[in-house]
């Protein structure tokens, strides 16, 4: 690094004045991180060994001084509530309704009120108490966000609509809040504790501190409270300071801090200021990102850039987060072949960690899936048991997973679940947090003895392993409260507020500080100088934030008056932080995002990119971010059939080639081959299986397969009832029927709830009464159905049922084109025939259908043409006949028929129709049809056929397979 920057010229200066007397100094900073590279500087100056200074941050110093620690800000919060109330209850002669959660956000505004009135030793006592005969009062209420609009409504269960209302509801909080302040200060100084601002406060004051016999040296800072100001003059001749400046902006905005401080402070670097700004060449690019994420993408290329070699150890280097959410898909866009070695000072949010997703499906499954009888609901179980940290702790969870998922068992019960830690019932806020903290420690003791642990190398390890300490941390500190505090919460509430706290909780990484590319947030390099520097998302609003005074219920024109933190101050505070950093720099890369949607609004420029751009002494190249834009052209997918996969073919449905392991075609394959090869490709000779989703609603085809079993297992009562068991075919008369349908709930019922409990429980019992309401009511409606078939039924009787869910298959001989005989296909066709019966002389097949309509037809190359509106239901029943035409098992007419359940008990008839011609005997049809459907099978063993995708749009509305397809819902 050059010798002129900032800390290398405080080390030069200190090892000049102090040399080997170095440890009887205090060197004071804004922050902790830059002691280290002081460190580093001050080895270069001096040969070791050498004792180092004592450092502290600013913080750290108040501290040492205090007779007080600063409390957990949560306790701070809870104290605050306790005094709130208690002061509201005695001036207003009625209790507090308001619950800790609710008070919360109002809370964190008051105590960062309270914490900047200490800080710039505000009199307290005056602001409070003389808010309300300020004139200017009644027409300034700008300053509140609407959320603090909406908040000072409800706390005063009013419904605020003009600025009279809520002026006096403004005025109230205020005409409390003196003494609100007083009280919450007693209690804190009765037990030793403080916030920040007090602490500070007190040190400024207390003019009992002596500081004679000390050396401290101040470096960095900029920007002082009253607080600060007053503890440094106070300590002024036992001190140096340092002060980092640059002529370029001390008159302006960005050094009106800095101004100030020399002229009181004094300066201990000679020829203050420099002018690094401007002597130094630079080389600045502005990038404008179409969109906020979208600007990690250009980080290999400005690595490239820069020509740092990836083994570089050197921290001269730096990545600049001005929106610090960005910091994960940094991270994933640094990669160690462009640079070996990455510092990142940030730290990593809890809230993108698994275990936080992971107490977030746990808080769920107490909350809202909690069911009946100690039960949870399998919508909110599995998702725990899918989560790996679930695995770690219950080696079952996938396995039972599986059993719940295949049994749809909506509330499974803990001999089910076997975990008792994970399934443990909670039953209040207090429960609930101790619930979550055994369970993230178990699971930090499961991952740390894990043969699952991923590569050292891996920065997501430790990571990992950190936020589960971090996580337990606030749970332990959450539950210390709850049990200690004298406070209590509901779960939700409870809830919200650990999400809170988790929000705000980071996860540190381990590095090595002050080697090679540097990754951090914009305060944390003060003091801090780079030679190459990219700035990500210096966007107005990120660069200055601009949101202090959103923050504050103190209106702007007292804040100002008073010396408090304003948006001001704030703007010149990022100003100063904003320059300095850039001031020494020589390849600096601004890159800002122009998309609205992703900034929040935030889509312009920073007003200092703009303020450097109109100075015409310096050099600026202005680029735009491209992302190559393609139209989503889905391509059409098309699987030749090569020779391996013709073999394939050949293995799985040709009985000359495989006799013991070929299978049969049903017509339901053989209507997906002609709607879409592809999906049959897919779904019979690839297998893939599609993934079954638990669901307590009933899909369509779910539906059908009920209804169709439950009409089995009805119609073989009646015939166990009324006929010989050891026939397969039985008569059915109008009095067999009749009474079924005029007394038949409770035999229905029975029968319906077995299909159920075969069908969609998968052979787990169940009864009526533990059906939701969807389920209960497609149990009604397959009964209403089962009664419409009766009433059919009754019409036509007598007729003979010759067998229910009849099986029936035919083998058949298939040439194909250019092949020699010994190589046809010998391929078996069948099926089942929901009821085959006899009546009247002739045969009928006859196919339920719970769905759908239209059974007519015009021509039969219709049924074996793709398009949108293909009869698949009679090309189905045609097949069917054609087996048995074939088969000569009846010598009498065949008539294929399609009873849709919804024309049940009406005079309609179920039989197909050819152009509105009922087709009383399939036989006349046969020898026209059985030459196409072959044809159409043959097509799958002819190799010059691909598996092509369908054209047809609407075959791809329901497929399982359209997201292979590429296809869009």
């Given at each position: 690094?050059?010798?002129?920057?900032?800390?290398?010229?405080?080390?030069?200066?200190?090892?000049?004045?102090?040399?080997?007397?170095?440890?009887?100094?205090?060197?004071?900073?804004?922050?902790?991180?830059?002691?280290?590279?002081?460190?580093?500087?001050?080895?270069?100056?001096?040969?070791?060994?050498?004792?180092?200074?004592?450092?502290?941050?600013?913080?750290?110093?108040?501290?040492?001084?205090?007779?007080?620690?600063?409390?957990?800000?949560?306790?701070?919060?809870?104290?605050?509530?306790?005094?709130?109330?208690?002061?509201?209850?005695?001036?207003?002669?009625?209790?507090?309704?308001?619950?800790?959660?609710?008070?919360?956000?109002?809370?964190?505004?008051?105590?960062?009120?309270?914490?900047?009135?200490?800080?710039?030793?505000?009199?307290?006592?005056?602001?409070?108490?003389?808010?309300?005969?300020?004139?200017?009062?009644?027409?300034?209420?700008?300053?509140?966000?609407?959320?603090?609009?909406?908040?000072?409504?409800?706390?005063?269960?009013?419904?605020?609509?003009g600025s009279s209302e809520l002026q006096e509801a403004f005025l109230n909080i205020w005409d409390i809040l003196g003494d609100v302040y007083?009280?919450?200060?007693?209690?804190?100084?009765?037990?030793?504790?403080?916030?920040?601002?007090?602490?500070?406060?007190?040190?400024?004051?207390?003019?009992?501190?002596?500081?004679?016999?000390?050396?401290?040296?101040?470096?960095?800072?900029?920007?002082?409270?009253?607080?600060?100001?007053?503890?440094?003059?106070?300590?002024?001749?036992?001190?140096?300071?340092?002060?980092?400046?640059?002529?370029?902006?001390?008159?302006?905005?960005?050094?009106?801090?800095?101004?100030?401080?020399?002229?009181?402070?004094?300066?201990?670097?000679?020829?203050?200021?420099?002018?690094?700004?401007?002597?130094?060449?630079?080389?600045?690019?502005?990038?404008?990102?179409?969109?906020?994420?979208?600007?990690?993408?250009?980080?290999?290329?400005?690595?490239?850039?820069?020509?740092?070699?990836?083994?570089?150890?050197?921290?001269?280097?730096?990545?600049?987060?001005?929106?610090?959410?960005?910091?994960?898909?940094?991270?994933?866009?640094?990669?160690?072949?462009?640079?070996?070695?990455?510092?990142?000072?940030?730290?990593?949010?809890?809230?993108?960690?698994?275990?936080?997703?992971?107490?977030?499906?746990?808080?769920?499954?107490?909350?809202?899936?909690?069911?009946?009888?100690?039960?949870?609901?399998?919508?909110?179980?599995?998702?725990?048991?899918?989560?790996?940290?679930?695995?770690?702790?219950?080696?079952?969870?996938?396995?039972?997973?599986?059993?719940?998922?295949?049994?749809?068992?909506?509330?499974?019960?803990?001999?089910?679940?076997?975990?008792?830690?994970?399934?443990?019932?909670?039953?209040?806020?207090?429960?609930?947090?101790?619930?979550?903290?055994?369970?993230?420690?178990?699971?930090?003791?499961?991952?740390?003895?894990?043969?699952?642990?991923?590569?050292?190398?891996?920065?997501?390890?430790?990571?990992?392993?950190?936020?589960?300490?971090?996580?337990?941390?606030?749970?332990?500190?959450?539950?210390?409260?709850?049990?200690?505090?004298?406070?209590?919460?509901?779960?939700?509430?409870?809830?919200?507020?650990?999400?809170?706290?988790?929000?705000?909780?980071?996860?540190?990484?381990?590095?090595?500080?002050?080697?090679?590319?540097?990754?951090?947030?914009?305060?944390?390099?003060?003091?801090?100088?780079?030679?190459?520097?990219?700035?990500?998302?210096?966007?107005?609003?990120?660069?200055?934030?601009?949101?202090?005074?959103?923050?504050?219920?103190?209106?702007?024109f007292i804040r100002r008056s008073l010396g408090l933190s304003t948006t001001e101050r704030e703007d010149s505070i990022y100003a100063y932080?904003?320059?300095?950093?850039?001031?020494?720099?020589?390849?600096?890369?601004?890159?800002?995002?122009?998309?609205?949607?992703?900034?929040?609004?935030?889509?312009?420029?920073?007003?200092?990119?703009?303020?450097?751009?109109?100075?015409?002494?310096?050099?600026?190249?202005?680029?735009?971010?491209?992302?190559?834009?393609?139209?989503?052209?889905?391509?059409?997918?098309?699987?030749?059939?090569?020779?391996?996969?013709?073999?394939?073919?050949?293995?799985?449905?040709?009985?000359?080639?495989?006799?013991?392991?070929?299978?049969?075609?049903?017509?339901?394959?053989?209507?997906?081959?002609?709607?879409?090869?592809?999906?049959?490709?897919?779904?019979?000779?690839?297998?893939?299986?599609?993934?079954?989703?638990?669901?307590?609603?009933?899909?369509?085809?779910?539906?059908?397969?009920?209804?169709?079993?439950?009409?089995?297992?009805?119609?073989?009562?009646?015939?166990?009832?009324?006929?010989?068991?050891?026939?397969?075919?039985?008569?059915?008369?109008?009095?067999?029927?009749?009474?079924?349908?005029?007394?038949?709930?409770?035999?229905?019922?029975?029968?319906?709830?077995?299909?159920?409990?075969?069908?969609?429980?998968?052979?787990?019992?169940?009864?009526?009464?533990?059906?939701?309401?969807?389920?209960?009511?497609?149990?009604?409606?397959?009964?209403?159905?089962?009664?419409?078939?009766?009433?059919?039924?009754?019409?036509?009787?007598?007729?003979?049922?010759?067998?229910?869910?009849?099986?029936?298959?035919?083998?058949?001989?298939?040439?194909?084109?250019?092949?020699?005989?010994?190589?046809?296909?010998?391929?078996?066709?069948?099926?089942?025939?929901?009821?085959?019966?006899?009546?009247?002389?002739?045969?009928?097949?006859?196919?339920?259908?719970?769905?759908?309509?239209?059974?007519?037809?015009?021509?039969?190359?219709?049924?074996?043409?793709?398009?949108?509106?293909?009869?698949?239901?009679?090309?189905?029943?045609?097949?069917?006949?054609?087996?048995?035409?074939?088969?000569?098992?009846?010598?009498?007419?065949?008539?294929?028929?399609?009873?849709?359940?919804?024309?049940?008990?009406?005079?309609?008839?179920?039989?197909?129709?050819?152009?509105?011609?009922?087709?009383?005997?399939?036989?006349?049809?046969?020898?026209?049809?059985?030459?196409?459907?072959?044809?159409?099978?043959?097509?799958?063993?002819?190799?010059?056929?691909?598996?092509?995708?369908?054209?047809?749009?609407?075959?791809?509305?329901?497929?399982?397979?359209?997201?292979?397809?590429?296809?869009?819902?």
């Amino acid at each position: 690094m050059n010798n002129s920057n900032f800390l290398a010229l405080v080390a030069q200066s200190l090892a000049v004045r102090f040399g080997n007397r170095l440890a009887d100094v205090t060197v004071v900073f804004p922050g902790r991180r830059t002691r280290l590279f002081l460190n580093q500087y001050l080895c270069q100056e001096m040969p070791p060994p050498i004792w180092a200074p004592k450092y502290m941050s600013a913080d750290e110093l108040f501290e040492s001084l205090a007779d007080k620690t600063v409390a957990d800000n949560v306790q701070l919060i809870v104290d605050l509530y306790h005094s709130y109330k208690k002061i509201y209850t005695y001036k207003h002669n009625k209790p507090l309704n308001e619950t800790l959660d609710e008070f919360f956000f109002f809370g964190e505004i008051l105590l960062s009120d309270f914490d900047d009135v200490d800080k710039n030793m505000v009199n307290a006592d005056a602001l409070f108490s003389n808010l309300e005969d300020l004139d200017r009062l009644k027409d300034d209420f700008s300053h509140l966000t609407d959320r603090q609009r909406e908040e000072i409504a409800r706390r005063f269960g009013k419904a605020f609509t003009g600025s009279s209302e809520l002026q006096e509801a403004f005025l109230n909080i205020w005409d409390i809040l003196g003494d609100v302040y007083r009280d919450f200060k007693q209690s804190l100084a009765a037990r030793r504790i403080a916030y920040r601002g007090m602490i500070m406060r007190d040190a400024a004051e207390n003019t009992a501190l002596d500081f004679s016999g000390q050396q401290f040296v101040f470096a960095g800072f900029n920007a002082l409270s009253k607080s600060e100001e007053t503890l440094f003059l106070r300590m002024k001749n036992s001190a140096l300071f340092y002060w980092d400046s640059d002529e370029y902006y001390l008159n302006t905005e960005a050094g009106k801090h800095i101004r100030n401080n020399i002229i009181k402070f004094g300066s201990a670097l000679d020829n203050q200021p420099v002018n690094n700004f401007l002597s130094q060449k630079k080389k600045i690019t502005y990038i404008a990102s179409p969109s906020e994420s979208g600007q990690t993408g250009f980080i290999p290329e400005w690595l490239d850039s820069t020509g740092i070699n990836p083994k570089n150890t050197a921290p001269d280097s730096a990545i600049i987060l001005c929106n610090e959410a960005l910091l994960p898909a940094v991270m994933h866009s640094v990669s160690p072949q462009k640079t070996e070695n990455v510092n990142i000072t940030m730290g990593f949010p809890v809230t993108q960690t698994p275990v936080a997703g992971f107490l977030s499906l746990l808080s769920e499954m107490q909350t809202a899936g909690s069911g009946k009888n100690n039960t949870f609901h399998s919508k909110y179980v599995l998702p725990v048991l899918q989560h790996p940290y679930a695995t770690l702790l219950f080696p079952e969870a996938s396995r039972t997973a599986k059993k719940i998922s295949e049994e749809n068992i909506f509330y499974p019960d803990i001999n089910i679940l076997k975990n008792e830690q994970i399934f443990a019932r909670t039953t209040d806020a207090v429960s609930l947090c101790r619930y979550l903290l055994e369970i993230t420690e178990s699971v930090g003791k499961a991952s740390e003895t894990s043969g699952q642990n991923i590569s050292r190398e891996n920065v997501y390890d430790g990571l990992y392993k950190e936020s589960i300490f971090r996580t337990w941390q606030t749970l332990n500190r959450l539950h210390g409260l709850m049990q200690t505090g004298g406070w209590t919460l509901e779960k939700p509430a409870f809830l919200r507020l650990l999400r809170k706290l988790l929000s705000v909780t980071q996860v540190p990484f381990h590095g090595e500080p002050v080697k090679g590319l540097q990754i951090m947030g914009l305060l944390e390099t003060r003091s801090l100088d780079f030679k190459n520097l990219l700035l990500l998302s210096v966007n107005e609003g990120f660069m200055p934030s601009g949101n202090t005074e959103e923050k504050s219920f103190i209106p702007r024109f007292i804040r100002r008056s008073l010396g408090l933190s304003t948006t001001e101050r704030e703007d010149s505070i990022y100003a100063y932080t904003f320059y300095r950093l850039i001031q020494r720099a020589e390849n600096i890369t601004l890159v800002y995002s122009t998309d609205k949607n992703q900034t929040a609004g935030k889509a312009e420029m920073s007003r200092f990119m703009l303020q450097m751009l109109v100075d015409r002494r310096l050099d600026i190249k202005r680029y735009q971010l491209q992302f190559p834009v393609q139209p989503m052209n889905t391509p059409k997918i098309e699987i030749k059939k090569t020779a391996e996969l013709m073999a394939r073919i050949k293995s799985l449905f040709d009985f000359n080639t495989s006799p013991g392991s070929a299978k049969p075609i049903s017509p339901s394959s053989l209507n997906t081959l002609i709607d879409c090869p592809l999906r049959f490709y897919y779904k019979k000779i690839e297998g893939y299986a599609t993934e079954d989703e638990m669901s307590e609603e009933i899909d369509s085809s779910v539906f059908g397969t009920i209804f169709h079993r439950a009409a089995e297992l009805l119609y073989k009562d009646i015939h166990l009832h009324w006929g010989n068991i050891n026939d397969k075919s039985f008569e059915i008369k109008p009095e067999h029927l009749a009474p079924l349908l005029h007394n038949t709930e409770h035999h229905l019922e029975q029968i319906i709830t077995k299909a159920f409990t075969e069908i969609f429980f998968n052979g787990r019992k169940t009864d009526i009464s533990s059906y939701n309401g969807e389920q209960i009511l497609n149990f009604r409606i397959i009964s209403r159905l089962l009664k419409r078939l009766l009433q059919f039924d009754i019409n036509r009787a007598p007729f003979t049922v010759l067998g229910l869910e009849y099986k029936i298959s035919e083998e058949y001989t298939i040439s194909i084109p250019g092949t020699k005989p010994q190589q046809d296909i010998r391929l078996k066709i069948g099926g089942i025939i929901d009821r085959l019966e006899e009546s009247g002389g002739k045969i009928m097949v006859l196919d339920y259908k719970t769905g759908g309509k239209g059974k007519q037809y015009k021509d039969l190359g219709e049924l074996v043409t793709a398009s949108s509106n293909r009869a698949s239901h009679i090309f189905q029943t045609f097949v069917y006949s054609t087996i048995l035409v074939r088969s000569n098992r009846f010598n009498q007419p065949v008539v294929p028929a399609l009873l849709y359940l919804q024309e049940a008990g009406t005079d309609i008839s179920p039989v197909v129709l050819h152009d509105g011609i009922p087709v009383e005997d399939f036989r006349s049809i046969y020898p026209d049809f059985e030459p196409l459907f072959l044809q159409k099978a043959g097509e799958l063993f002819n190799p010059d056929i691909p598996f092509r995708q369908t054209v047809i749009k609407s075959n791809c509305e329901y497929c399982e397979y359209r997201e292979l397809c590429k296809i869009k819902k």
